[in-house]
């Protein structure tokens, strides 16, 4: 069961910015850092960003991430199709003792 | 670069139970910690089971009762057993390598689709 909200769903066209939201609770984002994740139809999971904004390498520089207090967000600018996904956020939850997930936002390439 | 393969039946019958192996290969199992991760169809991700490298498990509690984790250093391998499974337990399971100091996700298996079904 999520406890980090996330929209189900969310799109833009080729080029175009678009931001994914995440809210959380004291109990996790609060005191945690937030972790990014895509997954595409039968590829692994991918780290996109950790600790809240920071991209492994890798991962290019149209992908960022930021916090404030319990609430996070993903920006993708420059949109192509191949960013056409699931995006999950993720932080460590101190009531869980274990990493808590939202339930994960199905970007649409228009 | 460490890889991860989960491995094991694809098709488990229901009240029996579910078990399944996580073979690591470019990094020692002994130098990181490690969990199991599960998505059910059409759903979000939902964390198992976390191992620490110091040999300590923690376990999600609405899974605590059925799950155990087991590790075989030999082989740098880790085990997901879960027992008495019902359909709800259909799901892609992952196994993956974590990192602390940030902690992240990093590195992930391709995933196994394990179907609970008579």
């Known amino acids: 069961q999520s406890v980090l909200i996330q929209p189900p769903s969310a799109s833009g066209t080729p080029g175009q910015r678009v931001t994914l939201s995440c809210s959380g609770s004291i109990s996790n984002m609060a005191i945690y850092t937030v972790n990014w994740y895509q997954l595409l139809p039968g590829t692994a999971p991918k780290l996109l960003i950790y600790d809240d904004n920071q991209r492994p390498s890798g991962v290019p520089d149209r992908f960022s991430g930021s916090k404030s207090g319990t609430s996070a967000s993903l920006a993708i600018s420059g949109l192509q199709s191949e960013d056409e996904a699931d995006y999950y956020c993720a932080a460590w939850d101190n009531l869980l003792n274990g990493p808590m997930f939202g339930a994960g936002t199905t970007l649409t390439v228009l | 670069q460490v890889q991860l393969q989960e491995s094991g039946p694809g098709l488990v019958k229901p009240s029996e139970t579910l078990s399944l192996t996580c073979t690591v290969s470019g990094g020692s199992i002994s130098s990181n910690d490690w969990s199991w991760i599960r998505q059910p169809p059409g759903k979000g991700l939902e964390w198992i089971a976390y191992?620490?490298?110091?040999?300590?498990?923690n376990y999600t509690p609405s899974l605590k009762s059925r799950v155990t984790i087991s590790t075989d250093t030999p082989k740098n391998q880790f085990s997901l057993k879960l027992t008495s499974v019902t359909a709800a337990d259909t799901a892609m399971y992952f196994c993956?390598?974590?990192?602390?100091?940030?902690?992240?996700?990093?590195?992930w298996g391709q995933g196994i689709l394990v179907t609970v079904s008579s």
């Open positions: 191992l620490y490298r110091s040999g300590t498990i």
């Open positions: 993956v390598r974590v990192i602390r100091g940030p902690w992240r996700l990093d590195s």
